[in-house]
């Protein structure tokens, strides 16, 4: 368990999904856990659990150590200037998971001395399985373990030059609606071939699980696990080059570079 106090500024669906990582692995009391969010109607059953819920955002900076800013890249000026006169330099730690927003223009609005953090995890946090990229400036050792502790109770995490957060966010956090609508397709193909929709469901989904698992144990390369199901003139080869005929790398390799560039625009 972590001895800090956290605030979560923005508690939208990723803020949200965080908590509960948070909260299903125990690393934080739920009386040191505080969350912002303007409509609070949504999150009146956390504050059952022993979690501050505040519309404050500066009352929750006063009462946190670790302030973690889940908000969206269009709001996070006017937040950052609204709490900057309450962030005090050796006591709180800025942790934002904001797309696109750069450490230098955080820096911009507050005190100076103040170490900040950008992590970018994605929306399996809320099941303890996200993979977070982290990057950042001033922390110690002490500081950037506190930092990872936190991601580590709701996944995995790596560290990445800042150059690469946006290329990050794109493969890890917008990588999951990619997955999600590939394995969408996957079962309304198998509802087609006769299965009705709870149980393609169950073998697509058991079946992508399986195949993360065999890469991530395995460290082995797709192309490596792909041969041993493709025999000659079998049905496996058979539709995987249908779906190259129809563009289903590339479509994918194009979606992802559009994601990218969005991201600067």
Partial sequence: MIDKKI??????NLGLSILNGLLDKKSFRPADITVTKRHMETLSSYSQKGISLQTSNSKAIEASELI????KPYNISKVLEEIGPSLEPGRHVIISVATGISISQIQAHIPAGIPIFRAMPNTAADVGESLTCICSIQGDETTRAVVQSIFDS??????????????????????????????????????????DAETASLI??????GASELLL??????????DKVTTPKGCTITGLNEMEHNGFSSALIKGILSSYDKIDS
């Fill in 154 to 195: 709701i996944g995995r995490t790596i560290h990445i030059e800042e150059e690469l957060m946006d290329s990050a966010t794109v493969l890890g956090a917008c990588g999951i609606a990619y997955v999600l609508r590939f394995i969408r397709a996957m079962v309304q193909g198998g509802i087609e071939i006769g299965f």
């Fill in 204 to 209: 697509v989904n058991q079946t992508v699980k």
């Fill in 217 to 226: 144990q395995r460290n082995t390369h797709p192309e490596q696990e792909i």
């Fill in 7 to 12: 605030a979560i500024i923005g508690c939208g």
């Fill in 68 to 71: 973690l800013l889940a908000l």
